[in-house]
């Protein structure tokens, strides 16, 4: 009998969790694939490997046509000197355009054109032009061939703005971004009748409002810093780039935030996925764009955070005009609601942080808002939302299910990012499967959702939020922080356990993880077990319904630092992190890109390039290696028939 309940449980949770429009392939998205330099030679911080990051990916830059850039920077600096040669005066001149439609109909060459700085130790040469092999536009496309015609859906991470990229200007605050710009300096001296000029393509600040959804041109405020006297010893400081000021949408002259479209790889995803889409001329990609965890001083209340929503908004907008429905879903934070142990004084839990934050997202898609029309669902990814219950006595467990509630009476949807444990991971090892984890009655994965769906629709309003699994994945490499006995601090880790075997081997001497202690964790965390991974929890989401993301689509080298130890860390500890040298958090993907980082000398010539970090993948047959913008892409797991699994969702989708 208990038997019998328990498969009709199993079915009213199936019938309650299938979506109407059935689940397809999801993938969890970072853009930053490059691998890291071969050499300790970073020019900005001597003595470290370099990894390619951030604006590296960013493409369709092309200075020297602006009509077919994105965004088309300039720069015209005038100095004045005396018959002595002294400068007596500076002026400066800019302007920043962003064109939505310059790269219409566009190939993937003219959406991966960007530039590139080299050095010859630590002199940097002229940036370059290059066609980088790796580009946002290059990586979804590759992910759509892959398909094979299968829709995708990818969740990302961010919009293209960091907390960092932030400054404060004569009292004022604005989003800063590096932009490559052609610069112009004119030199007049008297009694020339020409002026003597230069021109080359820098890398220069611009500077926005970060609150205001619309911005007017305003090319007086650009303002130039000089020290000294005129005609004695005036010097150049800087010239910040601020040219636009607040406006309101509907006032004439108006547009929408340039900002919002100039920062790192993730600022262009929604567009290139958009462009792909209208190409094909149908919904390939549909993304869910994520906004990082923005906090300021422990809150994520605040503009930075803001100014990331509205990018995300804005992006949404224009990515939908040019193909409907190609973002479909605002994901507030990533793991930042969670349960704390208590709560500070004066300050909103991180739960309810993010809740008014969802708050602020749905307010600007009202009709009273800057993206009125814009019709996108907004949520959050967490990771311990497993963990509400309603009637707990623990006080912390009570706070955050509290919080939660209320989460849901204003958020469209919750993400859960799950992992299997320590146990499911040694079981799978000596089974060869994952049955332990995706067991439709008795695996761990299967009796959370379910506990995790009860505890949603039982609060107010749960039961039309949408639930689906944020991120779900195994490495095929590394220590992950689900290994068998694995720690972060330096308390020593439980005897026999597969860490307290590694840590063992530990060669402080020579910084490295002795063989013997490799082939530990590569019991665990490899191809053939991931391979399984993967086919097993696609079957689980078609057979249930869930939609999930798997982590991820491709390798992110940057999570595995060669540059030791770690900050806080101990070296120990560096080499037994899962974000250090032999870290699995950059081999989750089921994809790998080859580029190799170079900062010094000619990226296009010299030796065959090595990537720097200590574990790298075995390439397939006629895979190479290769300079940072000429690589190529490869699948990961020969066994996995990708474009098969996306198509199977297509057999069990509901009418």
């Not at 590759?142 to 907390?163: D, E, I, K, R």
């Amino acid at each position: 009998m208990a038997r019998a309940l328990g498969v009709a449980a199993a079915g009213l949770w199936l019938a309650n969790t299938l979506a109407s429009e059935g689940p397809i392939m999801g993938l969890a998205y970072q853009p930053y694939v490059g691998q890291w330099s071969q050499r300790p030679d970073n020019p900005y911080a001597p003595g470290n490997y370099y990894i390619p990051a951030f604006n590296t990916y960013s493409g369709g830059i092309d200075p020297k046509h602006p009509e077919g850039s994105l965004v088309a920077a300039s720069q015209k600096l005038r100095l004045t000197f005396d018959t002595e040669g002294r400068l007596t005066d500076v002026t400066a001149q800019g302007a920043l355009n962003f064109n939505p439609n310059a790269l219409r109909n566009a190939g993937a060459k003219a959406w991966s054109r960007t530039y590139f700085r080299s050095f010859e130790g630590r002199q940097p040469g002229a940036a370059q032009p290059v066609d980088h092999q790796g580009s946002v536009f290059r990586q979804l496309s590759y992910l759509v061939s892959q398909a094979g015609g299968a829709p995708l859906t990818l969740t990302t991470y961010g919009t293209g703005f960091q907390a960092g990229y932030w400054q404060t200007l004569e009292g004022l605050e604005y989003a800063v971004f590096p932009i490559w710009t052609a610069k112009e300096v004119a030199f007049i001296n008297p009694g020339d009748a020409d002026s003597t000029q230069t021109q080359s393509i820098e890398q220069i600040l611009f500077y926005f409002p970060p609150t205001s959804a619309y911005v007017r041109p305003d090319p007086a405020l650009i303002r130039v810093e000089t020290r000294g006297q005129p005609g004695r010893d005036l010097e150049l400081g800087a010239v910040d780039q601020r040219l636009f000021s607040p406006s309101q949408k509907g006032t004439p002259g108006a547009l929408l935030n340039p900002g919002f479209f100039v920062g790192d790889a993730n600022a262009q995803i929604a567009l290139a996925a958009a462009e792909i889409n209208a190409q094909a001329g149908e919904r390939l990609l549909s993304i869910k764009l994520g906004v990082d965890n923005l906090a300021v001083a422990g809150s994520l209340v605040n503009d930075r955070m803001r100014f990331g929503i509205l990018s995300a908004l804005a992006q949404a907008q224009l990515a939908n005009a040019r193909f409907p429905n190609t973002v479909t879903h605002l994901i507030v934070s990533n793991e930042y609601a969670r349960i704390v142990s208590a709560e500070v004084t004066g300050q909103p839990t991180p739960t309810q942080q993010t809740t008014e934050m969802v708050r602020f997202a749905k307010a600007q898609m009202e009709p009273e808002g800057d993206f009125a029309g814009v019709k996108i669902k907004v949520g959050v990814r967490g990771n311990q939302f497993v963990a509400i219950a309603p009637t707990t006595g623990d006080p912390a467990i009570r706070q955050f299910t509290q919080d939660v509630a209320k989460l849901v009476s204003v958020a469209d949807f919750l993400m859960e990012n799950r992992y299997p444990s320590p146990e499911a991971v040694e079981s799978a090892r000596q089974s060869g499967h994952w049955k332990v984890y995706f067991d439709p009655m008795n695996g761990e994965l299967s009796k959370q959702w379910r506990a995790l769906e009860a505890s949603i629709r039982a609060l107010p309003g749960g039961g039309d939020i949408d639930l689906m699994i944020g991120e779900i994945g195994h490495p095929t490499n590394g220590i992950s922080f689900n290994l068998a006995g694995y720690r972060k601090d330096n308390i020593e880790p439980k005897p026999g356990t597969a860490f307290a075997q590694i840590a063992a081997t530990v060669d402080l001497e020579r910084a490295r993880i002795a063989p013997e202690g490799i082939r530990i964790f590569q019991r665990d965390f490899n191809d053939t077990l991931a391979t399984a991974f993967v086919h097993e929890a696609l079957d689980w989401s078609r057979r249930t319904g869930v939609q999930l993301h798997l982590f991820e689509a491709f390798d992110e080298p940057h999570k595995a630092s060669p540059n030791l130890p770690l900050p806080g860390l101990s070296m120990k500890q560096s080499l037994l992190n899962q974000s250090g040298s032999y870290g699995a958090e950059a081999y989750f993907g089921l994809f790998g890109y080859t580029g190799v980082a170079a900062f010094q000398g000619d990226p296009e010539t010299g030796v065959q390039p090595r990537p720097g970090g200590l574990m790298t993948d075995t390439l397939p047959p006629g895979v190479r290696w290769a300079s940072q913008f000429k690589g190529t892409f490869y699948a990961k797991l020969p066994d996995l028939d990708f474009a098969g699994a996306a198509h199977a969702f297509k057999a069990v989708t509901p009418p």
